[in-house]
């Protein structure tokens, strides 16, 4: 695998290919990779010819209060685990290639609305991060096909809706959750836990089926699941940020109609916000 820093090179590496006709994935990720992230790769192959990984981690994103400074790096380990996964090409921007300009004075994308919901409630500003590095993200690598996990489902939609809005030439594929045996979903943040708080937060899954199995039955009272869930996540002594009940196709509220829904979860355990979500039709 060849790993890039600096942007000439990585332009030269990807219009070599695209000179030879190759059609190219991209899996943007933050590193700390794990099995999640790895499945994108492996999506990614069935693909495309060549796959780009990219590890960066976006001070965009990350709110002043929030674990920037201790967002665990581990590049070896991840540089050593695309490799055996065949990765072509690693790319490892300086956050001054990313953003030439101060944070504050840097051009960005902003989706209204829809950024500021569910997550972006209480992550002010987090979305405008997400959908800004992917954006020059998208502008070096120029991708055909950019692969996302579902695992973040708002952040999945909002970069379906930048490319469709942006018009961008690229085909956004969203990667079914990668989850440990408890049911707990794979995420960087799992770092944080011990193996007690893990087992601990797979009441989040568990409570997400429990809605789901509900509302197929035809139960509507989106109220009453909501406080059956929230005991059930705090009894396992976690604390509640958000349970929404979604449309899944707009992301406004569930209403008695819908029939394609999301229900998302997010929680604090010990030092760690861990979101979660499934998707089902009725
Ligand atoms: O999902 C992530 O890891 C990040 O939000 C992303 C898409 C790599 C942008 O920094």
Redesign the pocket.
Same mark, same amino acid.
């Given at each position: 695998m060849k790993t890039v820093t600096q942007i000439n090179d990585l332009r030269a590496t990807i219009n070599q290919w695209r000179k030879a006709g190759q059609k190219i994935a991209f899996v943007?990720?933050?590193g700390n990779l794990h099995d999640g992230h790895l499945s994108l790769v492996d999506d990614a192959f069935m693909r495309a010819d060549k796959v780009v990984v990219?590890i960066?981690v976006?001070p965009m $994103?990350f709110g002043a209060n929030e674990d920037l400074d201790n967002y665990p790096k581990t590049l070896a380990a991840d540089s050593a685990a695309l490799t055996e996964r065949g990765v072509n090409l690693l790319y490892t921007p300086a956050v001054k290639d990313i953003y030439p300009r101060p944070l504050k004075e840097q051009t960005y994308v902003d989706i209204p609305k829809i950024s500021n919901i569910i997550c972006g409630e209480t992550r002010l500003n987090h979305f405008r991060g #997400?959908t800004t #590095? #992917?954006t020059k993200l998208f502008n070096l690598v120029q991708p055909d096909i950019a692969c996302?996990?579902q695992k973040?489902f708002q $952040?999945l939609f909002l970069i379906k809706r930048m490319v469709e809005d942006l018009s961008m030439p690229i085909q956004i594929i969203g990667v079914p959750t990668v989850r440990e045996k408890s049911g707990l979903a794979m995420s960087s943040r799992n770092g944080y836990l011990t193996p007690e708080e893990k087992q601990l937060a797979s009441v989040l899954y568990s409570s997400l089926k429990y809605a789901k199995q509900y509302i197929q039955q035809g139960h509507k009272d989106y109220k009453h699941i909501k406080q059956a869930m929230q005991a059930n996540i705090e009894q396992a002594d976690l604390r509640t940020d958000y349970i929404e009940f979604r449309d899944a196709n707009t992301l406004a509220e569930a209403t008695q109609d819908t029939t394609n829904f999301v229900v998302l979860v997010a929680a604090f355990i010990a030092s760690a916000r861990l979101i979660d979500n499934i998707e089902f039709s009725i």
């Open positions: 943007p990720t933050m990219s960066f976006n $994103q #997400v #590095v #992917v996302f996990g973040d $952040q």
